[in-house]
């Protein structure tokens, strides 16, 4: 089982649900006090806190836009006021993106790209501003990052984003002994991927389900929490693909 160091301050952002609010609650079984952040569903946030508080845990709830740069800094600000610093960013607050070629919009471009890429980069950027040495951030891309699915240049061209800027995020915090990496998880079940997962499912995708499921959130915790503990020290700026092998 992985071991955290104690007292280990947490934030999560996206986790009011599916993948995020398994990482909360993983992280906090762990023995981490948790920031749980969340863009619109204050009543699914504030469940997980409570189940974390009914084990004997910390958590705290606090809103924030992704899209918006001011929203981001402010929940990094807030978070470090309620736990007294930040030692570990796992930043999954994410929104899909399909459209035929001919239809996306540059609004579409700019919302997608504004939560899954440059949201998670500004998250990268104000919680280090919180950390000592020992520090842990954890980005997430997916697996769309590196095929091709119709339909998806948008969505696929945020999350391989992600994963070139945290091989220079690596870099820039190697010095002082913060670790940037980030997760690629195949298809997940939640409530995003019964909305999505229709669009995969077509003749010209080369999809494969070697385990023969979907994964479940409680798949992805597992990286996650060696990502964001002591073990994972000699690791940075790598994608690692929790997939099932898809």
């Known amino acids: 089982m992985t071991t955290l160091r104690p007292g280990t301050r947490a934030v999560v952002t996206g986790g009011s649900r599916g993948i995020g609010r398994a990482e909360a609650l993983a992280l906090a079984d762990a023995g981490a006090r948790v920031v749980v952040g969340y863009g619109r569903n204050a ?62 919009t540059a609004d579409d471009f700019d919302a997608t790209f504004a939560v899954n890429t440059r949201g998670q980069f500004l998250a990268a950027q104000a919680a280090q501003a919180h950390m000592g040495e020992g520090g842990r951030i954890v980005l997430t891309s997916s697996i769309s990052a590196g095929m091709g699915v119709p339909g998806h240049a948008v969505y696929a061209g945020s999350k391989a984003a992600v994963e070139a800027m945290v091989r220079c995020l690596a870099l820039d915090l190697v010095r002082r002994g913060i670790t940037v990496n980030a997760i690629a998880p195949g298809g997940t079940a939640s409530d995003m991927a019964a909305e999505n997962g229709r669009h995969y499912d077509n003749d010209l995708t080369a999809i494969s389900w070697p385990m023969g499921r979907y994964g479940e959130p409680e798949d992805i915790t597992p990286t996650v929490l060696f990502l964001a503990s002591p073990d994972s020290a000699w690791i940075t700026g790598q994608t690692l693909r929790v997939s099932g092998g898809q």
């Not at 006021?81 to 459209?99: K, M, P, Q």
């Open 43 to 104: 009543e699914a946030a504030d469940a997980v806190v409570a189940e974390i508080a009914a084990t004997g845990g910390e958590a705290h709830a606090v809103r924030a836009d992704m899209a918006d740069p001011d929203a981001v800094v402010a929940l990094m600000d807030r978070a470090a006021g309620l736990l007294g610093g930040i030692d570990v960013l796992v930043s999954n607050a994410g929104i899909e993106h399909f459209g035929a070629l001919g239809t996306v």
